[in-house]
């Protein structure tokens, strides 16, 4: 369960790192596996926030007008995209021993949360979005 002051996403990944964390003992190959997820996460932030720039460059060049709705829709992107950054940068910082220190919570996660996680956050990248669409082509 998540709660709703934080952002989902980044509460599932704070989880996930957490019980790769738990688990590096068990199997050595999770340390990497840990280095992977936090760098494609902050890859995937970075090209978030450069898209929502490109969007809105898009739309003043073409409209010569600034909407207010679509300022603060990026402005809020931005804003998302800077704390899941701060928060990735402080797990490339921490080392993966003092990680447990940063637990969300007392509750662990097993391998099956773990598996339903990954799908999840899995589910939420651009190819498995756009992937109906390419079947349906």
């Given at each position: 369960?998540?709660?709703?002051?934080e952002d989902e996403?980044q509460?599932?990944?704070?989880a996930?790192?957490?019980?790769?964390d738990?688990n590096t003992?068990?199997?050595?190959?999770?340390v990497?596996?840990?280095k992977?997820?936090?760098?494609?996460?902050?890859?995937?932030?970075t090209?978030?926030?450069?898209?929502?720039i490109k969007s809105q460059?898009?739309e003043?060049?073409?409209?010569?007008?600034?909407?207010?709705k679509?300022?603060?829709?990026t402005g809020?992107?931005?804003h998302?995209a800077?704390?899941?950054?701060k928060?990735l940068?402080?797990?490339?910082?921490?080392?993966?021993?003092?990680?447990?220190?940063l637990?969300?919570n007392?509750?662990t996660?097993?391998?099956?949360?773990?598996?339903?996680?990954?799908r999840?956050?899995?589910s939420?990248r651009?190819?498995?979005?756009s992937?109906d669409?390419?079947?349906t082509?």
């Amino acid at each position: 369960q998540v709660s709703g002051g934080e952002d989902e996403i980044q509460q599932l990944q704070k989880a996930l790192l957490d019980y790769l964390d738990e688990n590096t003992e068990i199997d050595a190959s999770l340390v990497f596996s840990r280095k992977f997820y936090v760098a494609q996460w902050f890859r995937d932030t970075t090209m978030e926030t450069e898209k929502a720039i490109k969007s809105q460059k898009d739309e003043d060049s073409s409209e010569g007008t600034h909407h207010a709705k679509d300022v603060e829709t990026t402005g809020q992107i931005m804003h998302r995209a800077e704390s899941r950054k701060k928060f990735l940068r402080s797990i490339i910082r921490t080392a993966p021993s003092q990680f447990s220190t940063l637990k969300m919570n007392s509750d662990t996660v097993d391998y099956e949360d773990a598996c339903l996680i990954v799908r999840y956050l899995a589910s939420m990248r651009p190819f498995a979005q756009s992937f109906d669409i390419y079947l349906t082509q």
